[in-house]
């Protein structure tokens, strides 16, 4: 079977280069899904989640804005921050969306402000669906390809 080369990049580093069948991205138009042999394109990404098969294994990831190259059997995406779905805590990300809230809702909060609020409050409320769709406890795990 046919792979792409799937490489996940912050301005950290980089969070995993590994083979994969399939990556879903979260393209600001809506999911974009990528098999081997999908055209070239440059896709603008959103905060969302990020799955990707890798050897059968379905692995999620949480990441915020930033770009994505699709050219050839390659699928290269750089993003603001990205966090794999078994390394998410849940209570802290609802506490992030708790405190941005009331950012949100304070009254005289100027424009940026609310603009960061609302943006904390999409991080949160990705960071929190994406770890809801980590595998139940006992279920095989691995990072695919992870690099340090």
């Known amino acids: 079977m046919k792979k792409l080369r799937f490489e996940m990049v912050t301005p950290e580093g980089p969070v995993i280069e590994c083979d994969a069948e399939f990556v879903a991205l979260p393209a600001h138009e809506g999911e974009m899904g990528v098999l081997p042999g999908h055209a070239p394109f440059l896709v603008q990404?959103?905060?969302g989640g990020v799955r990707a098969t890798v050897n059968g294994d379905v692995v999620f990831?949480?990441?915020s804005g930033g770009f994505g190259?699709?050219?050839?059997?390659?699928?290269a995406i750089f993003v603001e921050t990205a966090e794999?779905?078994?390394a998410i805590d849940s209570e802290r990300a609802q506490q992030s969306l708790e405190k941005?809230?009331?950012?949100?809702?304070?009254?005289?909060?100027?424009?940026l402000t609310l603009a960061e609020a609302e943006a904390a409050m999409r991080r949160a409320q990705v960071r929190l669906k994406v770890a809801g769709l980590r595998r139940p406890?006992?279920?095989?795990?691995?990072?695919?390809g992870h690099v340090p």
Not at 69 to 75: A, H, K, L, N, S
Not at 100 to 111: F, N, P, T, V, W
Not at 137 to 144: E, I, K, L, M, V
Request: hydrophobic share 40%.
């Open 100 to 111: 941005a809230k009331a950012q949100a809702q304070r009254r005289g909060a100027d424009s």
């Open 61 to 63: 990831f949480a990441v």
């Open 69 to 75: 190259e699709i050219r050839g059997d390659r699928v």
């Open 137 to 144: 406890s006992g279920a095989r795990t691995q990072r695919p």
């Open 45 to 47: 990404l959103a905060a």
């Open 84 to 86: 794999m779905a078994d």
